[in-house]
């Protein structure tokens, strides 16, 4: 007959294997690894000229850009509004005929602190049609962005076209 203490073993490691639910103190936390704030503006930068200038989305300025947003283009002031026009008319037929921009950024300098980011970087944007280049663009490019309660938001951008 077997010994009570090995009924008691038994008991014992047998309990040990059930699954438990752990308590609140026991729970490790993890923390969704958060972006820095230069890591923001940059990409910032990307999504405004990927949704902005070649998706012409102009639903994304909202999202992107602070109402107050101002673009210093090449010796012009444009305003969000200016970008909504200039996507409605002078791209809109560009889309039709089957144009597509694709960008490239070579970001040369970044900053920021908590409630502001700013980057300095080369804008390369390329137009195609099918297969066919039909044209490109080199612009040396400023940003600034400030915190807001939605995110970072574009503030300004200085672009200056680089000659060839």
């Known amino acids: 007959m077997k010994t009570p203490s090995f009924y008691l073993f038994f008991l014992l490691a047998l309990c ?15 923390t969704v690894e ?7 503006i940059q990409q910032l930068v990307i999504d405004a000229f990927d ?12 999202r992107l850009h602070t ?13 969000n509004d200016t970008i909504i026009n200039y996507q409605r008319n002078a791209m809109a037929g560009m ?13 040369l300098t970044t900053g ?15 137009w195609t049609v099918g297969k066919d280049t039909t044209g490109q663009a080199h612009w040396l490019e400023s940003a600034v962005a400030v915190k ?17």
């Open 16 to 30: 040990s294997c059930q699954p438990t639910t752990p308590s609140a103190d026991s729970v490790i936390e993890t």
């Open 34 to 40: 958060e972006i820095t704030p230069e890591e923001a």
């Open 51 to 62: 949704q902005v200038w070649s998706a012409l989305d102009t639903n994304s300025l909202a």
């Open 67 to 79: 109402e107050d947003f101002l673009l210093l283009e090449h010796g012009e002031v444009w305003t």
């Open 95 to 107: 889309i039709e005929q089957g144009y597509v921009r694709t960008n490239h950024m070579e970001f």
């Open 112 to 126: 920021a602190n908590s409630e502001l980011a700013w980057t300095t970087y080369h804008n390369y944007g390329t």
């Open 148 to 164: 807001t309660a939605e995110g970072w938001k574009l503030k300004m951008l200085h672009s200056t076209r680089v000659q060839k």
